[in-house]
């Protein structure tokens, strides 16, 4: 193996990049959703606890917002940096929901949020209310423009190859924009971030309530990341089952990689396996523990289809895909098979601990939370965030060896002219630099986590809701 192949480290850059940036993601798209509704409340009901709710995970919302800008700035330059050839070929198509992304969404979310900052006092209660929900609603579009970039090199719609200069050219933005892989991912990709802010205020809160410090809006902020948490994931199985049929409809050897399914399995044998012990490459079954039907279930929501394999995959790839210079159309299987189960695991583990929260700090609970109970809340946050990451991984890495599916492969789009020793210098250099953001960041949240909210804070005449003052 080359240590200095530009491929290898230019992959490796952009994944680690993506993933330290989607740390701060999906916790700005829920929290200032939560933000909005502790607002709303406080507006609707006048009730001060709701006011210091906002401003405390408010505060939480902006550190991680500032950061999640700083850190996505740097994935733009890696398409001219590590993959001019794939930004060549697709920039066309690909530059218009980044456009939209930068030009129209980010500039909405930033003018409302500069709004919402400054506007304490300076403007009506329910306008400023607005400003925070147009926020919200902001950074959920940004997410959107986003995923259908990602989306058209899962499953490539709305454009024709240009022979002559050798790229794809966008001819129809609505169906860019209304990509079945989008419809599905979009929904499924904001549950999961809702999933992980519920995650960080139920940790928050849990703290401060097992401490017995800021008991009047902590137990609010518990009770209510506990039903927020139950509900995303209640989103997530709904979303995550309509993605599993785009998936298997546009890429089947995806799903046939999240099984190891080297064969056409067809009814019971279509089985899901909870668990197998074998071989990294899939081929040798020890163990597994299987459900029957499952995995036609999961791919055609009937208990009777078929569902491809991957040898027969790879034999109608070589024949559609000839010339493209692939002889083996399979992802890495381990990767994708156990991103896959980490993915739902995670997920499923972290809304176990939500229901338990809620049964053992209901009103009629007969027995005090135990404190390992309590820890158990306090270090459960970032299981969330995990199967988001292990889930983006199983989708970018079950597209390999395509960088386009179908159109181009990873290898092909690398810069051709940048060498091994570049890449590797500057991943050390971001590397480097987002470890020490990343130690600046974890700090300010975890001194304004600790600190908890201002309980002494008044409400001026100003600052009152509309039901209050008008």
Known sequence: MD??????????????????????????????????????????????????????????????????????IVQEFQFGMNWSDYSRFVGDIFGAPLAFEGLIAFFFEATFIGLWIFGWNKLPAKIHLLTIWATAFGSIISAYFIIAANAFMQNPVGFELNADKGRAELVDFGAL??????????????????????????????????????LDSMRTALRFGLWFMIASTIGVVITGDQLSLAMYATQPMKMAAAEATFNTVCGPDASFSLFTLGTPDGKTELFSIRVPYLLSLLSNHTFDGCVHGINDLNAEYAVT????????????????????????????????????????????????????????AIWSYPLSLLASIVGWIFTEMGRQPWIVFGLMTTRDGVSPDVSGGEVLTSLIAFTAIYAALAFVEFRL?????????????????????ASVVY
């Not at 971030?193 to 410090?213: D, E, K, L, N």
């Not at 010339?323 to 993915?343: E, S």
């Not at 949240?445 to 001026?460: C, L, M, N």
């Open 3 to 72: 240590l200095l192949d530009p491929l290898a480290l230019a992959r490796w850059q952009f994944g680690l990049t993506t993933v330290y940036h989607y740390l701060f993601v999906p916790l700005t798209i829920g929290m200032v959703l939560a933000v909005a509704i502790f607002q709303t409340a406080w507006v609707r009901t006048g009730k001060i606890h709701y006011l210091h709710l906002t401003r405390f995970f408010g505060k939480i919302f902006l550190i991680n917002f500032a950061m999640g800008v700083v850190t996505g």
């Open 177 to 214: 924009m209304t990509n079945p892989v989008a419809l599905a991912a979009f929904p499924h990709t904001i549950f999961a971030a809702f999933m992980f802010a519920a995650g960080v205020i139920i940790s928050v809160a849990a703290w401060h309530v097992s401490r017995g410090q800021h």
């Open 321 to 376: 895909y000839a010339g493209m210079g692939i002889d083996d159309f399979t992802p890495t299987l381990w990767i994708t098979y156990w991103a896959f189960r980490w993915m739902i695991g995670l997920g499923l583990v972290h809304c176990l601990i939500a229901v338990a929260g809620l049964w053992v700090t209901r009103k009629k609970a007969k027995k005090p939370v135990a404190k390992w109970m309590w820890k158990i």
């Open 445 to 465: 949240i975890i001194r304004t986590a600790q600190k908890g909210p201002d309980d002494t804070e008044q409400v001026g005449v100003d600052d009152k809701p």
